[in-house]
């Protein structure tokens, strides 16, 4: 377990020292603002009190963009610089490296979604009696468990290629795939509706922790998405052991 | 400290190395010397736990490098052929970095010993990426010492380095091998011959010998080749010396003398001199010299090449899945280049 943070803490610190993750924050929280603002504005217009939904909302759609270019490099890049054989000739257990990769990721996303409280904060001042906490609650773990899920996807993802711009295309084709797997649900009658409506990611959050629901099983869901992927990922890493 | 049996190891249908079986013992520095593509980085990859091998076991410092992975790898410290260092971190973090992953407590103060020992303390700060081969080079091998291992694996340490850090790295590694069990890969001979106590030599993933520098030479030459150096020109040396009984061969026939070689069991030097005075040449030198192990290695492995040939003619009818072998061998050793 120690090997886990001592991994976590290296990619952390790394991001710190690159200037793509310093753009890619900076061009969330630019995004984030700007609809922010054109939000309120057309609130004060419309005379209504916009709710947390206006920050959660747009995070959601960046986060499918962001994530990959956060998530791409982390194994592909220990492949191209030939360190993974350091990693997988040190006293480190497969799993360790995988989750360690995944919990720097993750780490690094936390912080970015903490600073972004700032907007629910303004807002708290700006709408009167105040924003609705529930939902505030309910919609930042959503955001917490969504991301889990897609930097577990990523770092599986970037197991399996050593080329970056490869895995960033990947992990975004996994990611719609995922975001709009219940689209054909009526198509494909009652069954396969069902089945394409659990798998898929949207379902488990606009129906539920968006509007303020937190169900067991959508955080089950998302929980169990975080674990297949980095089981996932460990095999890969192991199998690249074997060729 | 490390016992190797049977290994071997299949790269989908070629095969890399080939039943190798070899001891080394504590305190030991033995070269792994071989051809590019002969197998030793597969060897020190499957030693070192990177990868496991299709059949065979190895046991390093006690521990089965299969079974018991995780202590295996606790012992050794390991060099890759392509130095794995991450250029956009500082060469401290990086060392605390992987002193971190092996537990050591104290970290900080292991990694500043470290450094010293291998002259890199000054630029502890700097970054990865800034340093020279030679230096990028001696971190690696820091890193490979962080833990004091028992068992050093060192692919091709001397790689790309220029003389002078050549030879300040051979030393470092006579300087370790003191105390530690050594075991180093390298396609130059004369590396082998200055720093290891034992040579194995591999081509075509077998062990084609195995012995010490010394013994080598002597077995092969057996002091059988014999240089004569004269004061002035050496016209008509060698008809001279062929004409002496015992002599089987000129070998070369130099400016200012000539290299002969001598029937086993015989020593003609007394008669040689003798000859020499007495036809009136001036002799500054006669002294036996052994063959460079340049040339034991090209001779071990062209033998095993012809061998290798003879056996191919043998099996006409599966010419065509051989030729095919071939050239997926010859990518594959592109690749491993």
């Known amino acids: ?243 | 400290m490390i016992q190797v049996e049977g290994l071997t190891k299949d790269y989908g249908l070629r095969r890399a190395i080939e039943d190798l079986t070899f001891n080394v013992n504590k305190g030991e520095i033995v070269g792994f010397l071989g051809p590019n593509g002969a197998g030793k980085t597969t060897t020190m990859r499957i030693l070192s736990g990177y990868m496991p091998p299709t059949a065979g076991k190895a046991v390093v410092a006690g521990y089965d490098i299969i079974e018991q992975s995780l202590e295996a790898r606790q012992k050794i410290g390991y060099l890759p052929e392509t130095v794995p260092l991450y250029p956009d971190m500082t060469v401290f973090d990086y060392l605390k970095f992987m002193a971190d992953l092996r537990h050591i407590p104290e970290a900080e103060e292991k990694v500043d010993d470290v450094l010293e020992l291998v002259h890199m303390e000054e630029r502890s700060d700097g970054y990865i990426g800034n340093l020279s081969k030679g230096m990028r080079q001696r971190v690696g091998l820091a890193q490979a010492l962080i833990h004091e291992p028992e068992v050093l694996i060192l692919d091709e340490p001397t790689i790309g380095l220029d003389p002078a850090q050549i030879h300040e790295v051979r030393n470092l590694i006579r300087e370790i091998g003191k105390e530690r069990t050594v075991l180093l890969s390298t396609h130059i001979l004369s590396e082998a011959q200055q720093v290891c106590n034992r040579v194995l030599i591999i081509n075509k993933g077998r062990i084609v010998v195995e012995d010490s520098p010394e013994d080598l030479q002597a077995r092969l030459a057996g002091g059988r080749r014999i240089a004569v150096r004269i004061a002035g020109d050496s016209k008509d040396l060698d008809h001279l010396i062929s004409s002496i009984p015992g002599v089987s061969r000129i070998i070369e026939v130099f400016n200012d003398g000539v290299d002969f070689e001598v029937e086993p069991g015989e020593d003609v030097r007394p008669e040689v001199a003798r000859k020499l005075v007495t036809s009136g040449y001036d002799l500054l030198e006669l002294k036996p010299v052994g063959f460079s192990l340049e040339e034991i290695f090209l001779q071990l492995t062209q033998e095993q090449d012809a061998q290798f040939e003879e056996s191919k003619e043998e099996q006409i009818e599966l010419e065509e899945e051989n030729s095919e072998e071939e050239k997926s061998e010859e990518v594959n050793e592109e690749k491993e280049g």
């Open chain 1, 1 to 243: 377990m120690r090997n886990v943070f001592t991994i976590a803490s290296r990619e952390y610190k790394l991001y710190f020292a690159t200037p793509a993750a310093y753009m890619i924050a900076a061009m969330t929280f630019l995004i984030i603002g700007i609809i922010f603002y054109a939000n309120i504005n057309y609130a004060l217009v419309q005379q209504f009190a916009p709710t947390v939904e206006i920050v959660i909302g747009p995070f959601i759609t960046i986060l499918i963009f962001a994530t990959p270019a956060i998530t791409m490099r982390l194994l592909a890049e220990e492949q191209r610089l030939g360190t993974l054989e350091l990693l997988l000739t040190a006293p480190v257990r497969d799993w360790e490296l995988v989750v360690g990769k995944w919990l720097g990721g993750f780490s690094f996303m936390l912080t970015i979604i903490a600073i972004t409280l700032l907007y629910p904060l303004v807002l708290n001042r700006l709408v009167d009696p105040g924003i609705d906490q529930g939902l505030l609650v309910s919609g930042y773990l959503g955001l917490v468990l969504i991301t889990a899920a897609l930097i577990a996807i990523g770092v599986m993802v970037s197991s399996f290629f050593s080329n970056q711009i490869a895995v960033f295309f990947a992990t975004l084709g996994i990611y719609m795939v995922l975001w709009l797997i219940s689209t054909p649900a009526q198509a494909v009658g009652a069954t396969g509706a069902e089945l394409l409506k659990y798998i898929d990611f949207a379902e488990h959050f606009y129906n539920t922790l968006y509007i303020g629901i937190i169900d067991l099983s959508d955080i089950i869901y998302y929980l169990s998405i975080t674990a297949l992927a980095l089981f996932f990922g460990t095999m890969s890493v192991e199998t690249r052991r074997w060729r």
